[in-house]
C-alpha cells in the first residue's frame, strides 16, 4: 500500500511540451490544442485517454451547475508522528495546500444530479497522490455519516496511491472507519455509488471504493489493491496486458460498468432516478 | 546492507546470551560454594534490562519476524482444547494462510480466526508465508458470521506481512475481500478480540483486526507499510529501513501511546522465542480477562462501541475558513 512514486507526476507535468496553449496526449502523443481539450473534459478526442482532472473540476462535469454547496471544507491534516523522510511532513502538507487551495485530497458537499439530491466525496490526485491521511478519512466519514442522517444516496469519485505512510498508523485506520461509516448508511437502505479514476489503488481500494451498490470505473483506470511494480518484484514476471485496468476489471466481474467521462454526469443521474422513482414517467 | 541489518539482531542475541551465561555461573558458584553473590547477578540483571529498553523500532522488527517466535497454531494448540478447523471459502479454495476454526478457551466456546506464517520450508509454502489471498479472507468473513449465528465470541490472530500481491489475488478481488472485512466485521453481533502475534502488515493484518479490543505482543509490530517498503519509496532507499521503522512509530508501545491498542501483552526479555511458554500464559490470560469483560455486554452495545471505537480513530485539525 502506498508505492506510489511514479504515479506521483502528474500526466501535465511528465509531458515535455512546455505548460501553455498545448498539452501532449500520454495516450496516442499527439499535441492537442488545450482550449479543445477543456472543452472536451479533459479527454483526447483521437484516442480516448482520460486526463486527470483536479476534483473541482471533476465536480463541474457531473453535477448541475450551481448546485454544489460543499460541506466540512475546514478539515485538515496534523503530523502525529512528526514524520521526517526526505523533507518534513508537516512542510510537504503546507506545500500542497497552498498550492491546491485545498485543505486535503477531497472535496466533500451536496448537489443536484438532474432532479435528485446527493452527498459526495470527491478526491484530488494532484493533493499528495490522493493518499489518504486521517483528514481523508474523516472528511469520507462525514459526508457517508451527513448521507445516512439526510437519508441521501451517496457517490464518491476516488482517486489515490493509497495510505498516506506519513501518517502511519492513523492512516491505516481510515480504512476501517470509512468502511463501517458505509456499513451504516447501507444498512439505512441508501444507495453508495463509487466512481474509480485512475489511479485507484492501495487502501482507498481496499476500504471505500469496492463496497460501492454500484461500482462504475473511467475507461483504463489502474485500480489495484497492489501496484503492478510491487506484484512483478515478487512473482518476478511481466504482467498480462491491460492487467488491473477498468477492462480488465469489468471482465473479472468486480466492477459494474465503464463509463467514459462525458457520459458520467447521464449514467449517474439515471441510477439515481431508478432508485428514487417508481415509475418512469417520461415514455 | 541487508546483511548489516540483521546481524543487529544476532549481535543483540549474542550479548543477551552472555549475559545470562553469566548470570546462571554466578548462581551456580553462590549455591555451590555458599557465597551471597545477590548484588553481582542484580547488577547483570540490570544491565540486561538495560540492553532490552534500549530495544529500537528496527530491532523490536527483527524480533517480531524471527524464525523462532511463537506462531499462531502454537498458540492454537496450547491455549486452546478442542480445536477443530473449519475450512474455505465455499467458493474457490481453502487458504491456509488463515487458520480458522472453533475451539474453547478455558471451558468457553470460542472461534477462532488466525494468520499463520508456517515454520518448516512446506509448512511456509503451504501457508503462502502467511500472505492471505482474497479466498483466505473471505474464509475468515464466513467463519465470523459462523460464530455470530451462534453467538460465540471471536479471537483474531495477526501474524502476516500483508495481503499476497499476485495476480491471481488482484483478479479475485483482494481490494474487494479486505473491504468487505472491514465493513461486515464492523456490525459483528459478537465480541470480537484481536491479537497481534507478530507482524501486523497493513491492510492485509486491518482485515481481521476491525475488533472491540485490540492487543499486542510487546515485540510485534503494526504498520501501514513495512519498513522496508516504506524506505524504498519516501527515503528512496530499502537499506534505510531501520529509519523507516523508527519514523513510522509502529511498536507496540507507540500504538498504546497513540491509543490504537487496548493492551500490550508482556513477553519474556529479549522475545517470545526465548521462552515461548511464558508468552503463551500471558496470551491465555490477556484473552480471558478481556472476553470475559466483553461478554458481558449487550449486542447493541458491542457494535456501538465498536463503531465508536474506530470513529475516533484520527488526528486531524479544523482550518478557520
Ligand atoms: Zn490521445
Redesign the pocket.
Known amino acids: 500500500m502506498g508505492w506510489f512514486s511514479k504515479l506521483l507526476v502528474p500526466d501535465r507535468e511528465k509531458s515535455k511540451v512546455p505548460q501553455g496553449l498545448w498539452e501532449k496526449?500520454?495516450?496516442?502523443?499527439?499535441v492537442?490544442y488545450k482550449k479543445d481539450l477543456e472543452k472536451n473534459l479533459w479527454v483526447?478526442?483521437?484516442?480516448?485517454?482520460h486526463f486527470k482532472i483536479s476534483a473541482r473540476d471533476r465536480i463541474n462535469s457531473i453535477v448541475e451547475p450551481g448546485s454544489f454547496v460543499e460541506l466540512f471544507s475546514d478539515v485538515g491534516s496534523l503530523d502525529p508522528l512528526e514524520f521526517v523522510d526526505t523533507e518534513k511532513y508537516c512542510e510537504r502538507y503546507k506545500k500542497s495546500r497552498d498550492k491546491s487551495k485545498m485543505n486535503d485530497a477531497c472535496i466533500t458537499g451536496s448537489a443536484m444530479i438532474g432532479k435528485n439530491k446527493a452527498a459526495l466525496g470527491v478526491m484530488d490526485f494532484y493533493f499528495m497522490g490522493g493518499s489518504m491521511g486521517s483528514a481523508l478519512g474523516e472528511k469520507i466519514t462525514l459526508i457517508t455519516e451527513y448521507a445516512t442522517q439526510n437519508r441521501l444516496p451517496l457517490i464518491i469519485v476516488s482517486t489515490s496511491g493509497g495510505a498516506r505512510m506519513q501518517e502511519g498508523i492513523f492512516s491505516l485506520m481510515q480504512m476501517a472507519k470509512t468502511s463501517a461509516a458505509l456499513a451504516v448508511h447501507a444498512k439505512a437502505g441508501l444507495m453508495f455509488i463509487s466512481v474509480l479514476v485512475d489511479p485507484t489503488t492501495g487502501g482507498v481500494t481496499a476500504s471505500y471504493s469496492m463496497l460501492g451498490d454500484i461500482i462504475i470505473a473511467e475507461p483504463n483506470a489502474l485500480i489495484c489493491f497492489a501496484g503492478p511494480r510491487v506484484i512483478e518484484q515478487t512473482i518476478r514476471q511481466k504482467l498480462p496486458e491491460g492487467f488491473q485496468r477498468s477492462e480488465f476489471l469489468l471482465k473479472h466481474g468486480i466492477i459494474d460498468m465503464v463509463v467514459p467521462r462525458a457520459e458520467m454526469h447521464d449514467k449517474l443521474m439515471f441510477i439515481l432516478d431508478f432508485i428514487n422513482s417508481n415509475q418512469r414517467t417520461d415514455e | 546492507m541487508a546483511e548489516n541489518i540483521q546481524t543487529n539482531l544476532i549481535n543483540l542475541e549474542e550479548k543477551l546470551n552472555e549475559i545470562d551465561s553469566q548470570i546462571n555461573k554466578f548462581k551456580q558458584i553462590s549455591s555451590d560454594e555458599g557465597i551471597k553473590l545477590n548484588e553481582v547477578v542484580e547488577i547483570l540483571e540490570r544491565k540486561k534490562l538495560q540492553l532490552l529498553d534500549e530495544l529500537d523500532a528496527w530491532q523490536k522488527t527483527l524480533i517480531a519476524r524471527h524464525k523462532d517466535r511463537p506462531l499462531a497454531s502454537d498458540y492454537i494448540n496450547s491455549v486452546f482444547t478442542g480445536f477443530t478447523a473449519l475450512c474455505g471459502d465455499r467458493h474457490i479454495m481453502d487458504d491456509h494462510a488463515i487458520i480458522s476454526g472453533m475451539a474453547y478457551l478455558e471451558g468457553r466456546p470460542v472461534v477462532v480466526v488466525a494468520q499463520d506464517k508456517g515454520r518448516t520450508t512446506e509448512e511456509k509454502v503451504l501457508r503462502n508465508f502467511g500472505m492471505p489471498h482474497p479466498e483466505g479472507y473471505r474464509k475468515a468473513m464466513r467463519v465470523m458470521k459462523f460464530a455470530e449465528k451462534f453467538n460465540r465470541p471471536i479471537i483474531t490472530f495477526i501474524d502476516t506481512p500483508g495481503a499476497y500481491p499476485g495476480i491471481e489475488a488482484e483478479e479475485r478481488g483482494q481490494a474487494l475481500a479486505i473491504a468487505e472485512n472491514l465493513r461486515d466485521m464492523s456490525q459483528l453481533a459478537v465480541p470480537v478480540l484481536a491479537v497481534v502475534l507478530g507482524e501486523g502488515g497493513s491492510g492485509g493484518a486491518l482485515a481481521l483486526s476491525v475488533a472491540d479490543r485490540i492487543l499486542m505482543l510487546k515485540y510485534s509490530i503494526y504498520s501501514v507499510i513495512s519498513p522496508e517498503g516504506c524506505a524504498s519509496i519516501l527515503f528512496r532507499d530499502a537499506g534505510k529501513a531501520p529509519l523507516a521503522a523508527a519514523a513510522l512509530k509502529l511498536t507496540a508501545d507507540d500504538l498504546y501511546k497513540f491509543k490504537i491498542i487496548d493492551q500490550i501483552i508482556n513477553e519474556p526479555s529479549g522475545g517470545a522465542h526465548r521462552d515461548p511458554k511464558s508468552t503463551i500464559e500471558n496470551v491465555k490470560a490477556a484473552l480471558i480477562s478481556n472476553l470475559d469483560e466483553l461478554c458481558k455486554k449487550d449486542k447493541n452495545e458491542l457494535v456501538k462501541g465498536r463503531y465508536k471505537k474506530f470513529r475516533e480513530m484520527g488526528v486531524f485539525c479544523s482550518f478557520e475558513s
Not at chain 1, 25 to 30: A, D, E, I, L, N
Not at chain 1, 44 to 49: E, L, N, R, S, V
Open positions: 496526449c500520454p495516450g496516442c502523443q499527439r492537442i483526447c478526442a483521437q484516442c480516448g485517454y
